[in-house]
């Protein structure tokens, strides 16, 4: 069935280190794939998307690639800060059913 | 961006009493919205979707009668929690498509947290 799988957490780094975030997802036809931000006690923010394989999606510094070969979408970021401290979900779109499904979430800590 | 409004964003209730939880789009008609419920530390589990003008498709293992959901116009989704017990204490999330925008975008709430005591 449909699935996300991503890297599990906690994450701490320091700021200004280099962030990956993995994520690879089982799906049936080409989703259109996301990551969403999740700060505390706030609902989920797109962060970025792809639509297609080889897209790069990119927001705020952060970036992934649509990877048909690898079904993967991973999130870096070249330099973390403080303020990126939050919870990643990756997630994808099947678009015949108009339904999502996400990953179980990321936490990030960034360390000054 | 599209704004996605949700309120109460945190109710606490008795157990065994109803609580209504509102979702509304403030820039765009939304004719489709859903409804997700977040564990702690866990992904979102979607509930169901909410049709304006029809009734709403439940996941399956989501009660109809316990989460009752009504979307009477196009920028207003309800999810009424009945006869609440401690176990439907959770974050609810609601998001909602702007068919004016990118179809695949999503629009998302900040989110009710409920308690049931």
């Known amino acids: ?112 | 961006g599209a704004v996605v409004s949700q309120h109460p964003s945190r109710v606490i209730c008795k157990s065994g009493t109803s609580v209504k939880i509102e979702c509304r789009s403030l820039d765009f008609q939304a004719t489709t919205m859903f409804w997700y419920r977040q564990f702690p530390k866990k992904s979102l589990m979607l509930m169901a979707t909410s049709n304006e003008g029809s009734k709403a498709t439940y996941e399956q293992g989501v009660e109809k009668d316990k989460f009752l959901i009504n979307h009477a116009s196009l920028t207003l989704s309800t999810l009424t929690v009945t006869s609440a017990h401690p176990e439907d204490s959770s974050f609810y999330i609601c998001s909602a498509r702007d068919p004016g925008r990118s179809e695949e975008t999503q629009y998302f709430g900040p989110g009710t947290r409920l308690l049931v005591l």
Not at chain 1, 12 to 17: F, N, Y
Not at chain 1, 27 to 32: D, F, L, N, Q, V
Not at chain 1, 63 to 92: N, P, W
């Open chain 1, 1 to 112: 069935g449909n699935s996300v799988t991503q890297m599990e957490g906690p994450v701490t780094l320091s700021e200004e280190a280099f962030l990956t975030i993995n994520c690879t997802y089982t799906a049936t036809g080409y989703p259109s794939l996301f990551w969403y931000v999740q700060y505390p006690g706030e609902g989920l923010q797109l962060l970025l998307k792809a639509t297609k394989a080889d897209d790069k999606g990119s927001n705020k510094g952060f970036e992934a690639t649509y990877r048909k070969e690898t079904t993967s979408f991973h999130l870096e970021k070249g330099s973390v800060q403080v303020s990126d401290s939050a919870v990643y979900f990756c997630a994808f779109l099947n678009t015949n059913a108009g339904k999502s499904t996400f990953g179980d979430g990321t936490t990030l800590t960034v360390k000054p």
